[in-house]
């Protein structure tokens, strides 16, 4: 604990397991110096990959291209893009796409992800939502939301409810 200490420079001793809880929550919620690099929390580095797509302009990117572009370790990079399914999606090896933010109606979305309509049909509930294991996706407005839909076509083709795509790996 001593060596974590002198890495990371805080005013306050660590004295507690309370303190080194703390500690990492600062770690999470702002930029750090250790080891003369700087560190952000998993949000802000979601944050700067969502902003790397707006700047290209495109809504696929090689991973050696977000590693050239955001200052973070490989393993931080990797771990943010596999953790956060709603917004990332792997097409192939080393090759990320953004799932891009919106609305878009079932008809769309089917033909986007090449699935019978019926099989997502299947999982709408009578207020029009749907529903699928613990996650639920309502309407809004004239469709659902891209990210939403996207994590639960995730999730069922990971059960293995729907098929997987032909272009995966």
């Known amino acids: 604990m001593q060596d974590y200490q002198q890495l990371v420079d805080f005013k306050t001793p660590i004295t507690t397991s309370s303190s ?5 929550k600062n770690l999470q919620k702002q930029k750090v110096m250790i080891r003369g690099k700087t560190i952000m ?5 979601v944050n700067e990959i969502e902003r790397l797509y707006q700047r290209s302009g495109t809504s696929v990117l090689s991973f050696q291209h977000i590693m050239d572009n955001v200052d973070e370790k490989r393993s ?4 943010v893009l596999s953790s956060h399914p709603r917004l990332f999606m792997k097409l192939k090896k080393n090759v990320w796409k953004l799932i891009p933010a919106g609305v878009a109606d ?9 699935i019978d309509r019926e099989k ?9 939502s749907l ?6 996706v309502q309407k809004e407005g004239d469709g659902f ?5 996207h994590y639960m076509i995730h999730t069922m083709r990971k059960d293995g409810k729907l098929s997987l795509p032909n272009s995966t790996q």
């Open 20 to 24: 080194v809880y703390s500690m990492k």
């Open 41 to 45: 929390g998993k949000k802000k580095v």
């Open 76 to 79: 931080t990079l990797l771990g």
């Open 106 to 114: 079932l008809e769309t979305i089917c033909a986007e992800y090449g």
């Open 120 to 128: 997502m049909e299947s999982v709408m509930d009578d207020s029009g």
């Open 131 to 136: 529903r699928y294991h613990w996650i639920r």
């Open 145 to 149: 939301s891209r990210r939403e839909i």
